[in-house]
Protein backbone atom coordinates (compact mmCIF):
# COMPACT_ATOMS: atom_id res chain seq x y z
CA UNK A 1 0.00 0.00 0.00
CA UNK A 2 1.15 3.51 -0.65
CA UNK A 3 0.81 5.86 2.04
CA UNK A 4 -1.03 8.79 2.00
CA UNK A 5 0.59 12.48 3.73
CA UNK A 6 -1.37 12.02 6.63
CA UNK A 7 -0.62 8.22 7.57
CA UNK A 8 3.21 9.54 6.19
CA UNK A 9 3.35 12.57 9.20
CA UNK A 10 1.68 9.60 11.60
CA UNK A 11 4.57 7.56 11.03
CA UNK A 12 7.26 9.94 10.99
CA UNK A 13 6.37 10.76 14.56
CA UNK A 14 5.96 7.37 15.99
CA UNK A 15 9.80 6.59 13.96
CA UNK A 16 10.96 9.43 16.20
CA UNK A 17 9.44 8.51 19.34
CA UNK A 18 11.05 4.90 18.85
CA UNK A 19 8.86 3.13 16.76
CA UNK A 20 10.30 0.63 13.61
CA UNK A 21 8.68 0.43 10.57
CA UNK A 22 7.22 -3.09 9.93
CA UNK A 23 8.49 -4.55 6.30
CA UNK A 24 5.04 -5.33 4.96
CA UNK A 25 2.68 -7.93 3.89
CA UNK A 26 3.60 -8.96 7.92
CA UNK A 27 3.71 -12.99 7.99
CA UNK A 28 2.24 -13.96 11.55
CA UNK A 29 0.87 -16.99 11.83
CA UNK A 30 1.37 -17.84 8.32
CA UNK A 31 -1.08 -15.26 7.66
CA UNK A 32 0.15 -12.04 5.99
CA UNK A 33 -1.47 -8.88 6.87
CA UNK A 34 -0.72 -5.56 5.28
CA UNK A 35 -2.06 -1.67 6.45
CA UNK A 36 -1.16 1.79 5.49
CA UNK A 37 2.06 1.11 7.68
CA UNK A 38 2.56 -1.28 10.61
CA UNK A 39 5.45 -0.53 13.33
CA UNK A 40 6.50 -1.94 16.37
CA UNK A 41 7.68 -0.76 19.60
CA UNK A 42 11.52 -1.20 20.48
CA UNK A 43 11.21 -0.92 24.19
CA UNK A 44 7.80 -1.73 24.47
CA UNK A 45 5.18 -4.12 23.15
CA UNK A 46 3.14 -2.29 21.19
CA UNK A 47 2.80 -3.27 17.39
CA UNK A 48 1.15 -0.46 15.43
CA UNK A 49 -1.71 -0.43 12.32
CA UNK A 50 -2.43 2.37 10.72
CA UNK A 51 -4.95 2.42 8.82
CA UNK A 52 -5.60 5.15 6.39
CA UNK A 53 -9.70 5.54 6.38
CA UNK A 54 -10.54 7.39 3.39
CA UNK A 55 -8.35 4.18 1.87
CA UNK A 56 -10.71 1.49 2.93
CA UNK A 57 -14.01 2.15 1.78
CA UNK A 58 -15.10 -1.42 2.46
CA UNK A 59 -15.77 -1.46 6.49
CA UNK A 60 -16.72 -4.98 6.62
CA UNK A 61 -13.24 -5.88 4.82
CA UNK A 62 -11.31 -3.60 7.40
CA UNK A 63 -12.77 -5.37 10.79
CA UNK A 64 -12.43 -8.63 9.12
CA UNK A 65 -8.45 -7.58 8.45
CA UNK A 66 -7.88 -6.32 11.95
CA UNK A 67 -9.99 -9.15 13.78
CA UNK A 68 -7.53 -11.12 11.39
CA UNK A 69 -4.25 -9.94 12.95
CA UNK A 70 -5.61 -9.63 16.63
CA UNK A 71 -6.27 -13.52 16.48
CA UNK A 72 -3.21 -14.53 14.55
CA UNK A 73 -1.41 -12.34 17.56
CA UNK A 74 -3.22 -14.92 20.04
CA UNK A 75 -2.48 -17.94 18.26
CA UNK A 76 1.40 -17.29 18.05
CA UNK A 77 1.10 -16.13 21.65
CA UNK A 78 2.66 -12.78 20.74
CA UNK A 79 3.29 -10.52 23.92
CA UNK A 80 2.71 -7.42 21.67
CA UNK A 81 -0.26 -5.33 22.23
CA UNK A 82 -2.48 -4.43 19.11
CA UNK A 83 -3.00 -0.79 18.54
CA UNK A 84 -4.69 1.03 15.25
CA UNK A 85 -4.12 4.30 14.43
CA UNK A 86 -7.28 5.28 12.28
CA UNK A 87 -6.22 8.37 10.31
CA UNK A 88 -8.34 10.64 8.03
CA UNK A 89 -11.97 10.84 8.05
CA UNK A 90 -13.43 9.80 11.66
CA UNK A 91 -15.16 6.16 11.07
CA UNK A 92 -18.40 5.31 12.35
CA UNK A 93 -18.83 4.62 15.71
CA UNK A 94 -20.42 1.21 14.99
CA UNK A 95 -16.81 0.23 13.42
CA UNK A 96 -14.67 2.00 16.39
CA UNK A 97 -16.88 0.02 19.22
CA UNK A 98 -15.57 -3.19 16.93
CA UNK A 99 -12.63 -2.56 16.62
CA UNK A 100 -12.08 -1.67 20.11
CA UNK A 101 -13.23 -5.25 21.12
CA UNK A 102 -9.72 -6.38 19.65
CA UNK A 103 -7.37 -3.69 20.78
CA UNK A 104 -6.75 0.35 20.95
CA UNK A 105 -8.27 2.55 18.87
CA UNK A 106 -6.80 6.13 18.34
CA UNK A 107 -8.17 8.38 16.04
CA UNK A 108 -6.67 11.28 14.48
CA UNK A 109 -8.96 13.14 12.39
CA UNK A 110 -5.89 16.51 12.27
CA UNK A 111 -5.51 18.50 8.94
CA UNK A 112 -2.46 18.51 6.47
CA UNK A 113 0.15 21.02 7.35
CA UNK A 114 1.85 22.18 10.02
CA UNK A 115 -1.47 23.63 11.58
CA UNK A 116 -2.61 19.17 12.08
CA UNK A 117 0.79 18.71 14.10
CA UNK A 118 -0.73 19.16 17.34
CA UNK A 119 -3.82 17.24 17.06
CA UNK A 120 -1.75 14.09 15.89
CA UNK A 121 0.94 14.29 19.13
CA UNK A 122 -2.82 14.56 21.33
CA UNK A 123 -4.29 11.73 19.13
CA UNK A 124 -1.13 9.68 19.78
CA UNK A 125 -0.02 11.26 23.20
CA UNK A 126 -0.26 7.44 24.75
CA UNK A 127 2.29 6.09 22.24
CA UNK A 128 4.50 9.29 22.83
CA UNK A 129 7.27 9.65 25.70
CA UNK A 130 6.30 11.99 28.24
CA UNK A 131 7.79 14.93 27.74
CA UNK A 132 9.41 16.56 31.08
CA UNK A 133 10.84 19.99 31.06
CA UNK A 134 13.71 20.20 33.24
CA UNK A 135 16.13 23.03 33.84
CA UNK A 136 19.11 21.95 35.30
CA UNK A 137 20.55 25.13 36.06
CA UNK A 138 17.70 26.54 38.17
CA UNK A 139 17.98 23.61 40.41
CA UNK A 140 20.85 25.51 41.98
CA UNK A 141 18.84 28.56 42.12
CA UNK A 142 15.64 27.23 43.34
CA UNK A 143 17.47 25.66 46.06
CA UNK A 144 19.25 29.26 46.81
CA UNK A 145 16.02 30.99 46.77
CA UNK A 146 13.87 28.48 49.09
CA UNK A 147 16.79 28.71 51.68
CA UNK A 148 17.04 32.21 51.40
CA UNK A 149 13.10 32.53 52.06
CA UNK A 150 12.97 29.70 54.83
CA UNK A 151 16.37 31.50 56.45
CA UNK A 152 14.66 35.44 56.51
CA UNK A 153 11.23 33.90 57.55
CA UNK A 154 12.83 31.66 60.67
CA UNK A 155 16.50 33.07 61.18
CA UNK A 156 17.18 31.11 64.90
CA UNK A 157 15.57 27.99 63.76
CA UNK A 158 16.63 27.63 60.59
CA UNK A 159 19.99 28.54 61.28
CA UNK A 160 21.16 25.33 63.39
CA UNK A 161 19.34 23.35 60.36
CA UNK A 162 20.80 24.98 57.58
CA UNK A 163 24.14 24.78 58.80
CA UNK A 164 23.53 21.29 59.22
CA UNK A 165 22.82 20.49 56.03
CA UNK A 166 26.45 19.97 54.56
CA UNK A 167 26.90 17.65 57.41
CA UNK A 168 24.63 14.85 56.22
CA UNK A 169 21.16 13.40 56.84
CA UNK A 170 22.31 12.52 60.23
CA UNK A 171 23.46 15.70 61.25
CA UNK A 172 19.88 17.62 59.74
CA UNK A 173 18.09 15.15 61.69
CA UNK A 174 19.75 15.90 64.97
CA UNK A 175 19.65 19.47 64.35
CA UNK A 176 15.43 18.99 63.65
CA UNK A 177 15.45 16.79 66.84
CA UNK A 178 16.82 19.12 68.92
CA UNK A 179 15.05 21.96 67.35
CA UNK A 180 11.61 20.10 68.13
CA UNK A 181 12.45 19.28 71.36
CA UNK A 182 13.16 22.85 72.70
CA UNK A 183 9.70 23.74 73.07
CA UNK A 184 9.02 20.52 74.94
CA UNK A 185 12.01 21.67 77.56
CA UNK A 186 10.57 24.74 78.25
CA UNK A 187 7.03 23.16 79.14
CA UNK A 188 8.46 20.15 80.82
CA UNK A 189 12.03 20.20 82.28
CA UNK A 190 11.86 16.89 82.86
CA UNK A 191 11.36 15.73 79.16
CA UNK A 192 15.38 15.17 78.72
CA UNK A 193 14.89 13.17 81.71
CA UNK A 194 12.07 10.94 80.93
CA UNK A 195 13.80 10.16 77.01
CA UNK A 196 16.81 9.20 79.43
CA UNK A 197 15.34 6.53 81.26
CA UNK A 198 13.02 4.83 78.21
Known amino acids: MIASGPVQRVVALLEAAGYEAVEQPRLIGGIPFEFAAMLAGVSSLDLIAIVDVEAEPDRGRLRGRVEGLARALDL ?5 SLTLVLVGVRPEPK ?4 LVRVGRVLVTTAPSGNEGEVEIRDALAVLLPLEIATDSGSAAESWAAARASIAAAYPAEAKSVLAAANAGAAAVENALGDLL ?5 AVSPDADGEDAAR
Not at 181 to 185: D, F, H, N, T, Y
Open 76 to 80: VRSRR
Open 181 to 185: AEPLR
Open 95 to 98: LIQA
